[in-house]
C-alpha cells in the first residue's frame, strides 16, 4: 500500500511540475529545433512512472534543456549543464515526456560529468509512442 502512495504523490508532484513548466518561459521545459552538439551518456528510458527521483536544487539550476522533439520512433530531449565551481561535477538528469494534458508518456535518464568552470552536452531520447504535442520536462537532476 505504501508503494501505491508513494507512486501517487510523485505523479502529483510530477503534474505540478509539468503543468508549472508549460505556463511560462521555464528553461527547464522546452520544445524546439534539434541540438547537433549533444552526446548521450548512459541514456535510458522507461515507460513506467519511477518511484524514486534524486533531485538537488542547486544541481539542478545548472541544467537546461535546449531542445525536446520527435525521433525515429519516439522523442529526444538535449540540453546542456553548467559547471561554475571550481572541481567537476556529475549530474544524473531525469526527464519526463509528457503530452497534452500533462499525461505521462516515459522518462528517461542520463548522466553527464562537467569538469570545473565548464559545460557540457547531454541527451535523452526513447522508443515509445509519442504525439506531435509531447513535451521534455527536467524533473530532477541529483
Known amino acids: 500500500m505504501q508503494g501505491w502512495k508513494a507512486a501517487v504523490a510523485l505523479m502529483a508532484m510530477a503534474a505540478t511540475a509539468v503543468g508549472a513548466a508549460g505556463c511560462g518561459s521555464s528553461p527547464h521545459a522546452k520544445a524546439g529545433p534539434p541540438s547537433t552538439a549533444a552526446t548521450t551518456v548512459n541514456s535510458r528510458v522507461a515507460t513506467t512512472l519511477p518511484t524514486s527521483i534524486a533531485n538537488d536544487d542547486a544541481k539542478r539550476g545548472q541544467v537546461e534543456i535546449e531542445s525536446c522533439t520527435s525521433v525515429p520512433g519516439g522523442w529526444a530531449a538535449r540540453g546542456i549543464a553548467f559547471n561554475r565551481g571550481h572541481s567537476s561535477v556529475h549530474y544524473d ?8 494534458g500533462d499525461t505521462y508518456e516515459g522518462s528517461g535518464t542520463t548522466s553527464v560529468d562537467v ?10 531520447s526513447g522508443h515509445f509512442a509519442a504525439g506531435p504535442s509531447t513535451r521534455c520536462v527536467v524533473v530532477g537532476v541529483g
Open 93 to 100: 538528469i531525469t526527464i519526463f515526456f509528457t503530452k497534452t
Open 115 to 124: 569538469p570545473a568552470g565548464g559545460t557540457s552536452s547531454w541527451a535523452v
